[in-house]
């Protein structure tokens, strides 16, 4: 199994990026996809995750209402698209994979990506 995430990159305070996580090695629609990120020098937090058909989706507080993740399971493919980036935002993103569905404990994801940073510069 591989999650490949990519489009992280160095941006400034208020803009966007798309991130993807590329799937493969798994039946994509049958697992529940989300993101964590991991800034430096702090733990892992859960971001947003979306459920098997994409009818269920979860944000932390801290994202609510300028990420959203998305999935297009005919490309095996989970997106955030993340809009008025702050600062805080700086961390590597990572994409995982569970088959018992979403959930925001990082413990129960079966599969995880290598991760993509995001540097947000004021």
């Known amino acids: 199994v591989q999650l490949q995430a990519s489009g992280g990159g160095l941006v400034q305070v208020g803009d966007s990026l798309r991130l993807s996580c590329a799937a493969s090695?798994?039946?994509?629609?049958?697992?529940?996809m989300a993101w964590f990120r991991q800034a430096p020098g702090k733990e892992r937090e859960f971001v947003a995750a979306?459920?098997?058909?994409?009818?269920?989706?979860y944000y932390a507080d801290s994202v609510k209402g300028y990420f959203t993740i998305s999935r297009d399971n005919a490309k095996n493919t989970v997106y955030l698209q993340m809009n008025s980036l702050k600062p805080e935002d700086t961390a590597v993103y990572s994409c995982?994979?569970?088959?018992?569905?979403?959930?925001?404990?990082?413990?129960?994801?079966?599969?995880w990506g290598q991760g993509t940073l995001v540097t947000v510069s004021s």
């Open positions: 995982a994979a569970n088959l018992a569905g979403p959930s925001v404990v990082a413990r129960n994801y079966d599969y």
């Open positions: 090695g798994l039946t994509f629609s049958n697992y529940a």
């Open positions: 979306m459920s098997r058909s994409g009818g269920v989706t």
